[in-house]
């Protein structure tokens, strides 16, 4: 069964930083895509990062340069690091697996996730 789990959400003021981990079990993880995602309350879920199965990574604009994403793949374990947190990057953070092994562009993967987290929580303060 597989099963994700994140970890390292917390609150932080704003240009704070955060690392994001996600844990992958019962899956095969080295050759999927995996992404990071977000949903403020009243929003919508968006994708924020993705990285493929060979490293690529894709951004959203809104975090472009003040996040990255990276994978440890002999771990199963996806990461987060936020820098420079704003406000408006609070919000619930889920990490999902994509069937493919391929990001597209604005922090998504190429298809629909798969396998969804139960989220962690990043409140960012002024």
């Known amino acids: 069964q597989t099963q994700l789990a994140e970890s390292g959400g917390g609150s932080v003021q704003a240009g704070g930083s955060l690392r994001l981990t996600c844990s992958a079990s019962?899956?095969?993880?080295?050759?999927?895509?995996m992404g990071w995602f977000r949903q403020a309350p009243g929003k919508e879920r968006e994708g924020v990062a993705s990285?493929?199965?060979?490293?690529?990574?894709s951004y959203a604009d809104s975090v472009n340069g003040r996040f990255t994403i990276s994978r440890d793949n002999a771990k199963g374990i996806l990461y987060l690091q936020m820098n420079r947190l704003k406000p408006e990057d609070t919000a619930m953070y889920y990490c999902?697996?994509?069937?493919?092994?391929?990001?597209?562009?604005?922090?998504?993967?190429?298809?629909?996730?798969?396998?969804w987290g139960q989220g962690t929580q990043v409140s960012v303060s002024t």
């Open positions: 999902a697996t994509d069937p493919g092994g391929v990001p597209s562009s604005g922090g998504y993967c190429s298809h629909a996730p798969e396998y």
């Open positions: 019962g899956y095969v993880y080295s050759r999927k895509c």
């Open positions: 990285i493929g199965s060979d490293g690529t990574a």
